[in-house]
């Protein structure tokens, strides 16, 4: 018997962060939409625990224990007084190291899909408190659609959004270690005041009404100029997609993907053409949100 979840990636519309924490961590502001970009995790009974993985990156995705999926079947298992003993196998087609949570949709894809498999029961409320151990952005992958992200990212509000947006999402050649970008966020910020995060009130409204426009003028990502600082040919990413006519531009998440928004699903294909042709990135592709999370299938 087994059980296949999807899961989508994400984009942080807006990414507000806050001074670094006594923990290590850093209090955000995140507001994250799910788009339809997915990875998919299929759990099937076995003697042990063993991860495989097929798609374009696969080789960068450690099959140990280390692995996001392995770590929330493992996590599930303990709660529940059982063996993790399930293969599972994940079919990627999310950027790894990319910042748009590849790993988090791994986590919280396999930990629904042992879930339906082993027949626990778990409450919503217990899965998110899994998610949330396992990583910040990891409860996020299991709710999709849009949401405000506090905390560390994992106390999640859920948002509405007014229509739906058109991306273009270009890969870059190599990833991007999220503490190595937060670490360069603190170097970059070192002697400066840091405010509290908070998220604006002007992209909320842009998002309710779907006001592409309007959301277009408030995108922002704090770690922007870290991650353009550790691999600063981002900027010619960015350039090369703001002269093909995005409306707006900025890297998502941690990076090193770049993520463009269009007017439509038109104005999306127009924009990843001239990516493609620039020769600024490894891969383009075009994804609308929002979308629902982790979902069996
Ligand atoms: O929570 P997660 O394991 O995904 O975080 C990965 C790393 O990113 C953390 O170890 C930390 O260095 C950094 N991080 C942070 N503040 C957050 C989320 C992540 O500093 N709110």
Not at 131 to 152: I, K, M, N, Q
Not at 190 to 215: F, M, Q, T, Y
Not at 221 to 241: I, M, R, Y
Request: charged share 20%.
């Amino acid at each position: 018997m087994s059980v296949t979840v999807r899961v989508p990636a994400k984009v942080n519309v807006q990414l507000a962060v806050g001074a670094a924490r006594p923990d290590g961590f850093h209090d955000l502001a995140n507001v994250f939409l799910a788009v339809g970009l997915y990875d998919e995790v299929t759990v099937t009974a076995a003697d042990e625990l063993r991860v495989t993985c097929t798609g374009p990156d696969a080789d960068q995705v450690p099959l140990d224990r280390t692995n996001l999926a392995a770590r929330a079947a493992l996590a599930l298992a303990e709660r529940y007084g059982r063996t993790a003993d399930v293969h599972l196998h994940i079919a990627k087609d999310i950027p790894v190291a990319g910042g748009m949570a590849g790993g988090s949709a791994d986590g919280a894809g396999a930990l629904l899909a042992c879930d339906a498999l082993w027949g626990t029961g778990a409450s919503r409320e217990e899965l998110l408190d899994i998610c949330a151990e396992l990583g910040s952005d990891v409860p996020f992958s299991l709710v999709g659609g849009a949401a405000l992200g506090t905390g560390r990212g994992e106390r999640l509000t859920e948002l509405e959004v007014g229509g739906d947006l058109h991306w273009v999402f270009a890969m870059a050649a190599r990833g991007l270690s999220t503490p190595a970008v937060f670490r360069e966020f603190d170097r970059l910020a070192e002697g400066r005041e840091i405010p509290e995060p908070v998220a604006s009130r002007e992209l909320l409204d842009a998002l309710a009404k779907g006001d592409v426009d309007a959301l277009a003028a408030t995108l922002s990502n704090d770690l922007q100029p870290a991650a353009l600082s550790l691999f600063p040919e981002l900027a010619d990413t960015l350039a090369a997609g703001r002269a093909a006519g995005a409306l707006a531009t900025l890297v998502s998440g941690s990076g090193p993907t770049t993520a463009f928004l269009a007017r439509d699903a038109e104005g999306a294909e127009e924009v990843a053409g001239a990516l493609r042709a620039s020769g600024t990135c490894r891969t383009v592709r075009t994804a609308a949100g929002p979308v629902p999370g982790a979902t069996v299938v």
